[in-house]
DNA sequence: CATGGGTCCTGAGTGC
DNA sequence: TGCACTCAGGACCCAT
């Protein structure tokens, strides 16, 4: 699922691809994906591609903007008409675009076609002022970044005023950005720290090693392209590395690569959740488990 | 205000 | 083989 790394790959792969170009035509193929008039960005040079947590904008020239959010199975896909470059052969995908999961099409202004694709149809794009764009629910609920406002002060404020598991708090869009399950369960390994610990009862010991390997998965998830745990692809149409580097995350019932123990899988806040049962102790203060 | 549950949707997995 | 059924999951919406 698309998290911070994910989705900052796929910003560069759309700003090295859409800088400086614009869009001759889009066809929207399911209306709910699509909000807004997109008369509004067409033949508009863009200007920039910004990444705020898992949101996505690209920013126009004539100061309006499209947002988005991939969700779980949302994809851009770049097919340069001109050369093969980001043709995949494994997967091959450039090729066989638009299939049935492509729901927006975007000619471009050099020729060259950007696909939308989404399997489960949970994302969505939108296109509004760039002056508004912080108005928009999405983004004006979004609490710091991990790499460029999350110092280990404010990740201990925000750990200290909550009396949810830590697993909930990491993935609270409002409370941290970008954080989703997969380096949220990577990141409570790496600490080890339960994820079904109390926020505020976590010792500053181990508030400080989480902000530590929160920053550590993210950066490597980042370095290997991101995580292609179900869906996902990068804008050339390929894969990313981190899901050979899982720790816990979808390995129940497999050894533990330090302890040997085996690793479970219990649901928290609704979420599967996985981790080590000797490598993440359970503590006094640990929220009672559901199911 | 904070929190928890239902909802959207479809491919994968399970049981017979 | 195939059918019926259940489940996962990010953010939003609503109820408490």
Redesign the pocket.
Known sequence: ?PELPEVETIRRGLEKYLLGISIADIEVRLIKMFEGKKEDIIDQKIVGVRRF??GLVIDFENKKSMVA?V??TGQFIYKGVQSFQNFHPQIGIANELPNKWTHIIFSLGNGDVLYYND????GWLKVCATDDVHSL??FK?LGPEPFRDLTVEVFRNILQE???PIK?LLMD?SKISGV??IYANEALFKAGVHPASLSSEITNKKVKKLHDSLLEVLIQGLELGGASDVNYLNVDGKTGGFQHHFKVYRRDGKECFYCQSLIKRIVI????TFYCPRCQKEKAAVVKKKK
Do not use: D, L, V
């Not at 399997?119 to 949970?122: E, G, L």
């Open positions: 699922m947590g898992k959010h969700k779980m399997i489960r149809q949970f629910t999405f609920n909550s009396k949810r909930t869009q989703g399950n806040g609704g979420r599967g």
